[in-house]
T-cell receptor, first 114, second 116 residues
Framework: AQSVTQPDIHITVSEGASLELRCNYS??????LFWYVQSPGQGLQLLLKYFSGDTLVQGIKGFEAEFKRSQSSFNLRKPSVHWSDAAEYFC????????????FGGGTRLMVKP | DAGVIQSPRHEVTEMGQEVTLRCKPISGHDYLFWYRQTMMRGLELLIYFNNNVPIDDSGMPEDRFSAKMPNASFSTLKIQPSEPRDSAVYFC??????????????FGEGSRLTVL
C-alpha cells in the first residue's frame, strides 16, 4: 500500500529565509507526486505535481520540488519565504490511473516570523 | 468557472441527529471524492465515485456513513446517527479522468461538522 510521511509537523522560518519541507513516500511503481497547500478555513490548493520527466518541478507561488527516486523523497523548497506562505502543506502520492485517488501525508504547518 | 461547492460550511448538531453534507463538483469532472480531515488522523479518503458510480468505499468508517451521487452534478454524504467522534472537516473534491486527466484534485472549502 502506498503511504506518505512528512516528518516535520511544525516548522517556523523567518520571512525572507529559505524553506524546505520534507516528504517521503512508499509506492511500488513510479509514483504521481503532489504538493498541496491549505490556508486556514480553506480547501486544498495544488502547488505542483510530478508525473515523469524532469525531476525538478516548478509550481505556483515560487515553489519547487525535486523527485529523488533513490531516496523516495519529494521535498518542497522555496528560496525566500513570504509571510503569506504561512499555511499547512500536504504531500500526496497517487496512482494516476485510478481516478487520481491520492494518499496524503500528515501535513506540515509552516509559521513565518516577521 | 465555479469550483467545487460544498454546503453547509458549518454544521453544529447533537449526538444522534442525522447530518447531510452536500457537494457540487466541477462541471465535466468524472471523479468525485469525499475526504475527512481531523487533527488525529489527518486527511482520510472516505469514498470516491467515477461517473456517479461508487468505486471504493473502504474508507467509510461505519454503516452510519453513506454517500450517494444521483447525478453528475450532485453528491451527498450522510451520517445517521451522528456521534461526537464524527466531528471533523469533510472535503469534497473532483477531478477529470481519462485522456483529460491532469492528476489534480480540485477541493471544495469543506464542511466543518461539530457533533455535541
Amino acid at each position: 500500500a502506498q503511504s506518505v510521511t512528512q516528518p516535520d509537523i511544525h516548522i517556523t522560518v523567518s520571512e525572507g529565509a529559505s524553506l524546505e519541507l520534507r516528504c517521503n513516500y512508499s509506492y511500488g511503481a513510479t509514483p504521481y507526486l503532489f504538493w498541496y497547500v491549505q490556508s486556514p478555513g480553506q480547501g486544498l490548493q495544488l502547488l505542483l505535481k510530478y508525473f515523469s520527466g524532469d525531476t525538478l518541478v516548478q509550481g505556483i507561488k515560487g515553489f519547487e520540488a525535486e523527485f529523488k527516486r533513490s531516496q523516495s523523497s519529494f521535498n518542497l523548497r522555496k528560496p525566500s519565504v513570504h509571510w503569506s506562505d504561512a499555511a499547512e502543506y500536504f504531500c500526496a502520492v497517487g496512482e494516476g490511473n485510478a481516478g487520481n485517488m491520492l494518499t496524503f501525508g500528515g501535513g506540515t504547518r509552516l509559521m513565518v516570523k516577521p | 468557472d465555479a469550483g467545487v461547492i460544498q454546503s453547509p460550511r458549518h454544521e453544529v448538531t447533537e449526538m444522534g441527529q442525522e447530518v447531510t453534507l452536500r457537494c457540487k463538483p466541477i462541471s465535466g469532472h468524472d471523479y468525485l471524492f469525499w475526504y475527512r480531515q481531523t487533527m488525529m488522523r489527518g486527511l482520510e479518503l472516505l469514498i470516491y465515485f467515477n461517473n456517479n458510480v461508487p468505486i471504493d468505499d473502504s474508507g467509510m468508517p461505519e454503516d452510519r456513513f453513506s454517500a450517494k451521487m444521483p447525478n453528475a452534478s450532485f453528491s451527498t454524504l450522510k451520517i445517521q446517527p451522528s456521534e461526537p467522534r464524527d466531528s471533523a472537516v469533510y472535503f469534497c473534491a473532483s477531478s477529470k479522468g481519462g485522456k483529460r486527466n491532469t492528476g489534480e484534485l480540485f477541493f471544495g472549502e469543506g464542511s466543518r461538522l461539530t457533533v455535541l
